[in-house]
């Protein structure tokens, strides 16, 4: 905790806020920062820059943050959990295994209420996780980055097949899925964000409890063992946290690729290896990332908006293929 | 196992032929037929046997038939054979080169490359000819093959791992660039490429069917001369060059002619995963061959796969049409599961 940690505390909570200043300020009406600085501090209803900032740009902005420093600190877990550089929830098939069972559900049953959202993205995510270490864990060498980054793009692309499909017989039902399935941040539900809050707060302060201990784990299971740590109760307190994040932001957000790879690397080139650092970073640097994303989705094409989700993968592959060039 | 040895002109024509490997080409080409059979004969209008029969090598008994038959479902079955055989092919030869039993080339990102030529085509210049559809597939395939194999050839060390990962990579990066031009693209145009990105069979007619023809006759026999040396990379670089085989070009002309393969099937019946993936390890499991009949085997495996694949799609959940695609990543994928689990420890991977 020397000074220059600080320093970088104080950059990246300064990034965030102007970060999110540009968010709320940028958009089809281009919205002075002094009246959005006003709209948030005296708000006034017969004003219409407020309204605007209040009731659609703010909302959007908050999605942002929280989606971003979900997906983040997520990554960061698995990272130092499975010692995987690669790991993320995206490419372990985790984002793909949750959105398919919020599909699903809306498919067979109607409509999903968003107080169940999250619990069966949850439950999604969790059974693809558990069918994708074990794939991972069942080949000869065990579960190596190859393994598990393959055995999570044969799931991703299994279950993205059975979603394809349920398109096919019900179109109807999942036409206003479709857009939420490419990772978006428009016209999702005041009521998901507060179903999904409370799933947030669980996984963030499951994540800064045991961050301290991921670092042991991240030297190996042995080290972790000698200096004390529980390791199975540690591993499976970790994937709780990361099963609840990634639930949460894909309920809000849909399936939003590799966010969780890039920040936690990013993070790491700042902070060094220690994980009580890692993690509020990577959630820091997560959210201000996902705010320039959603910002560059809603600019480079105007007035046609992209899809958040695709601009993270545009951005976050070619940072993977560097990390298998420069790591493997 | 019993070993067929014909000799010509003084030892200049040797084939040595498994008899088991023969029989079982005999069997998948007689469930080719009957497989084209049945789709003939299956659909919202059905038709018997012996009518099939007429229609096909004498008079039709009826208009509707000859029309049914000969416009719709014969073209579309050849077609789906055709593709399934040229992608059996090219993921056998990816295979072989990489020396990666996981090699596919929906997975590496050319079917991926392919895809995003084809659907820029048909987003940003709509009015470009379809005919010209193939050659374009081939260069978004061919560019993304070539991309792939410099990032990942440039460093030593554990090659071929890093070849897949970035594949994955680039692939998941292409995807992104191609969903963000469909929401560009206006709406039909972006509607028509979505059918044909799910891997879908039921537009094609005979010019795909003289297209994939084609370029069966002429890439096969390139495959037959390239299989000499395909036989020896598979033993490993050093024991290759140590027979004399120039690695270098053998494994770029390879993987182009692999390349041109899955281009050509992607761009008649859109990116069909996972085949390239299977037929090559089914061929290899029904039966002991040397890497020709290997070929010959994956070639009519892919050909049963994908033509099933079609019958099924469009007759289970009739009058719905489920695009072969999907099907085939449905069955691909549980195949591929069971290979990480089973693959040989010694294996390079």
Known sequence: MTRGFAVSLLLMLGGMVLAFGWHVAVGAKVVPLGTVFEALTAYDSSIFDHVIIVDLRLPRAVYAVLVGASLAVAGA?????????????????????????????????????????????????????????????AAPGGSTPLTLVLSGAAITAFLGAFTALANLLDQESFEALRVWLTGTLTGRSPALLW????????????????????????????????????????????????????????????????????????????VGADYRLIVPFSAGLGATYLLLVDIAARLVLAPIEVSTGIVTVILGAPFFVWLVRARL | MTTIVLNRFDGRLSLRLQSRALWLSAILLGALVAITATSL?????????????????????????????????????????????????????????????????????????????????IVVYPDVNPALRPLFAFGGALAVAALIQSIA??????????????????????????????????????????????????????????????????????????????????????????????????????ITLSVALAAFAVAAVGPLGFVGLVAPHLARRIAQAGVGQHLVLTALTGAVMVASADIIGRT??????????????????????????????????
């Open chain 1, 195 to 270: 179903w999904s809050l409370p799933w947030i707060t669980g996984g963030m302060l499951i994540a800064f409890a045991i961050a301290r201990q991921v670092t042991a784990l991240a030297l190996g299971d042995e080290t972790a063992v000698g200096l004390g740590v529980h390791v199975a109760r540690l591993k499976a307190l970790a994937m709780l946290s990361v099963i609840a994040l990634t639930a949460a932001s894909v309920s809000i957000a849909g399936p939003m690729g590799f966010v969780g790879l890039v920040i936690p690397h990013v993070a790491r080139m700042f």
């Open chain 2, 153 to 254: 050839m440039q460093r030593g060390g554990e090659a071929t791992m890093r070849f897949i990962l970035t594949g994955i990579g680039v692939a998941a990066f292409i995807a992104a660039v191609t969903s963000a031009m469909l929401t560009y693209g206006n709406i039909d145009q972006a509607q028509s490429a979505l059918g044909w990105l799910a891997g879908s069979i039921h537009a094609v007619g005979w010019t795909e069917v003289w297209s994939l023809s084609l370029c069966l006759a002429i890439l096969v026999p390139v495959l037959i001369w390239a299989a000499r040396y395909m036989s020896v990379l598979r033993m490993g670089a050093e024991v290759a060059m140590g027979l004399g085989v120039p690695v270098r070009f053998a494994r770029i002309g390879l």
């Open chain 2, 41 to 121: 004969m299956s659909g919202s209008y059905p038709l018997s046997v012996s009518a099939v029969w007429e229609t096909l090598f004498a008079s039709a008994p009826s208009d509707m038939a000859e029309t049914v038959v000969w416009q719709f479902r014969f073209p579309r079955t050849l077609v789906a054979a055709l593709a399934g055989a040229l992608f059996g092919l090219s993921g056998a030869i990816l295979q072989n080169v990489t020396r990666n039993p996981l090699a596919d080339p929906s997975l590496v990102g050319v079917s991926q490359g392919a895809s995003l030529a084809v659907v820029a085509i």
């Open chain 1, 77 to 137: 877990l698995m990272q130092g959990m499975t010692r995987n550089p690669l790991a993320e929830p995206g490419i372990l098939g985790l984002l793909t295994g949750a959105s398919f069972a919020v599909v699903m559900t809306i498919g067979f049953f109607g409509l999903l209420s968003p107080a169940w959202t999250p619990l069966v993205a949850a439950i999604g995510a969790s059974v693809t996780a558990v069918l994708v270490w074990a794939v991972a864990a």
């Open chain 2, 316 to 349: 289970a959940f009739a009058p719905i049409q489920i695009p072969a695609g999907i099907l085939t990543a449905i069955l691909g994928v549980p195949v591929f599961l069971f290979l990480i689990i089973k693959q040989n420890h010694n294996r390079q991977l």
